[in-house]
């Protein structure tokens, strides 16, 4: 085989080198940890034969995105499509030597049942990369550490792998793997000031994170871990639901307009007084074409998309193809009253909305850095999601029926 030629960052040479059960990296955005555990896995099956992959989200369908979207681009920018077969349904890749890589999610027990029965035509499962591993439960990773087993041959090794932007200084995987030193794991920070191929752009908007929300950016961009104060939402819940629209009382969309920031669009629900995340599309540096490209058969247009009001040109556009946009009327209270309205209900987040669990785990309040003390004023900086489902619960907050634009009253309009 040809010498390949692949770009490492040095930060990651402990990872690359390490043999350890357990390799538990932590880093901020930006950081290449992503982009770098997919180069080496490309590199460790091509090399090993009888190495088997497999790739989990909690939700498996987030995997098209992330996990198999970053080995796809490491097997091109590698220059070894030659040597994988890609396969789109169900989503594989299959080296010239036999060994695979597949897709999984640990959303619910049918798909934890899945993980339980995997099996490889040559070889055994030997590598698990577990990305976003913070939305997974402690539960989820026993189920696969339970397959990591059985003798191999000389040389090879079981190992699974978590990378994840860190959240709550109380989450389980801090406390399982950082706060004990245990000879099975590795555990690694990196952020993206360790990354050589990072932006000047990316690096310059990390900047200004710094100036405005100095928490974040010690969680986001320094890849520490969180402290609980300050966070907005505490009373919402992730976890499976039907999202049908037979199953709510109410429906609607909640869309905030961005190019560089996210463009944040949710699908919400209304049952019993409490809000249903059901569905998300979350897109950057995209003009408004494209993302009604994309949006067209994944939104249901019979439902009221409240959209804001300081961009009526893309509402107009919005509105023209067919969905039913609306402005969200603002005053200098809204967000205040948005934000106690969510606070006064259960909150539900379908967890293939990964970017709307990932704002709503880290936004948080402003904090005055002269007294200390926390204001009546949210940071304005990772927000996108969060403007959406404030949003698109406005036609619910002022009407105490909360059902005025569902499907049932879609004659109104």
Same mark, same amino acid.
């Given at each position: 085989?040809?010498?390949?030629?692949?770009?490492?960052?040095? #930060?990651?040479?402990?990872?690359?080198?390490?043999?350890?059960?357990?390799?538990?990296?932590?880093?901020?955005?930006?950081?290449?940890?992503? #982009?770098?555990?997919?180069?080496?896995?490309?590199?460790? /099956?091509?090399?090993?034969?009888?190495?088997?992959?497999?790739?989990?989200?909690?939700?498996?369908?987030?995997?098209?995105?992330?996990?198999?979207?970053?080995?796809?681009?490491?097997?091109?920018?590698?220059?070894?499509?030659?040597?994988?077969?890609?396969?789109?349904?169900?989503?594989?890749?299959?080296?010239?030597?036999?060994?695979?890589?597949?897709?999984?999610?640990?959303?619910?027990?049918?798909?934890?049942?899945?993980?339980?029965?995997?099996?490889?035509?040559?070889?055994?499962?030997?590598?698990?990369?577990?990305?976003?591993?913070?939305?997974?439960?402690?539960?989820?990773?026993?189920?696969?550490?339970?397959?990591?087993?059985?003798?191999?041959?000389?040389?090879?090794?079981?190992?699974?792998?978590?990378?994840?932007?860190? !959240?709550?200084?109380?989450?389980?995987?801090?406390?399982?793997?950082?706060?004990?030193?245990?000879?099975?794991?590795?555990?690694?920070?990196?952020?993206?000031?360790?990354?050589?191929?990072?932006?000047?752009?990316?690096?310059?908007?990390?900047?200004?994170?710094?100036?405005?929300?100095?928490?974040?950016?010690?969680?986001?961009?320094?890849?520490?871990?969180?402290?609980?104060?300050?966070?907005?939402?505490?009373?919402?819940?992730?976890?499976?639901?039907?999202?049908?629209?037979?199953?709510?009382?109410?429906?609607?969309?909640?869309?905030?307009?961005?190019?560089?920031?996210?463009?944040?669009? /949710?699908?919400?629900?209304?049952?019993?007084?409490?809000?249903?995340?059901?569905?998300?599309?979350?897109?950057?540096?995209?003009?408004?074409?494209?993302?009604?490209?994309?949006?067209?058969?994944?939104?249901?247009?019979?439902?009221?998309?409240?959209?804001?009001?300081?961009?009526?040109?893309?509402?107009?556009?919005?509105?023209?193809?067919?969905?039913?946009?609306?402005? !969200?009327?603002?005053?200098?209270?809204?967000?205040?009253?948005?934000?106690?309205? /969510?606070?006064?209900?259960?909150?539900?987040?379908?967890?293939?909305?990964?970017?709307?669990?990932?704002?709503?785990?880290?936004?948080?309040?402003?904090?005055?850095?002269?007294?200390?003390?926390?204001?009546?004023?949210?940071?304005?900086?990772?927000?996108?999601?969060?403007?959406?489902?404030?949003?698109?619960v406005e036609s619910w907050r002022k009407d105490k029926k909360a059902k005025i634009y569902s499907k049932k009253d879609i004659n109104l309009w």
């Amino acid at each position: 085989m040809r010498q390949i030629k692949v770009k490492f960052n040095p #930060v990651f040479k402990p990872v690359h080198q390490c043999k350890k059960r357990y390799v538990v990296m932590k880093g901020s955005a930006g950081s290449g940890k992503s #982009v770098d555990t997919a180069q080496m896995y490309i590199l460790r /099956l091509m090399q090993d034969r009888g190495r088997n992959l497999v790739c989990v989200r909690k939700s498996d369908i987030t995997n098209r995105d992330s996990t198999f979207a970053e080995l796809e681009s490491a097997i091109n920018r590698m220059g070894v499509g030659s040597v994988w077969r890609v396969t789109q349904s169900p989503l594989s890749f299959t080296c010239i030597n036999g060994n695979k890589i597949i897709f999984r999610g640990v959303n619910d027990n049918k798909q934890r049942e899945k993980l339980k029965s995997i099996t490889f035509a040559q070889g055994k499962l030997t590598d698990v990369w577990i990305e976003e591993a913070t939305e997974l439960v402690q539960q989820d990773l026993e189920i696969i550490d339970d397959r990591l087993r059985g003798e191999l041959p000389d040389g090879h090794f079981y190992q699974i792998k978590m990378t994840f932007n860190p !959240v709550s200084s109380n989450h389980w995987i801090k406390k399982t793997f950082f706060d004990y030193q245990d000879e099975n794991v590795l555990t690694h920070q990196s952020t993206y000031l360790d990354n050589r191929f990072c932006d000047d752009a990316y690096r310059q908007r990390m900047l200004r994170r710094k100036e405005v929300d100095p928490e974040g950016y010690r969680i986001y961009g320094l890849g520490e871990w969180g402290e609980v104060g300050g966070l907005i939402f505490s009373n919402y819940i992730v976890e499976d639901f039907k999202t049908a629209p037979e199953y709510f009382d109410a429906m609607a969309i909640g869309q905030d307009f961005g190019y560089n920031h996210a463009n944040a669009i /949710l699908t919400l629900g209304y049952k019993d007084g409490e809000v249903y995340i059901c569905n998300e599309i979350y897109l950057h540096e995209m003009d408004s074409d494209d993302i009604i490209k994309r949006a067209n058969g994944k939104l249901d247009k019979s439902l009221i998309m409240w959209c804001d009001c300081a961009e009526p040109d893309r509402i107009k556009m919005w509105s023209k193809v067919g969905y039913r946009a609306r402005p !969200v009327v603002k005053n200098p209270q809204s967000v205040q009253a948005q934000i106690d309205w /969510l606070k006064g209900r259960k909150i539900h987040i379908h967890p293939s909305c990964v970017n709307t669990i990932k704002e709503i785990q880290q936004w948080r309040w402003r904090l005055d850095e002269k007294t200390g003390e926390y204001m009546d004023e949210p940071v304005n900086i990772f927000d996108d999601a969060m403007a959406a489902l404030r949003y698109g619960v406005e036609s619910w907050r002022k009407d105490k029926k909360a059902k005025i634009y569902s499907k049932k009253d879609i004659n109104l309009w």
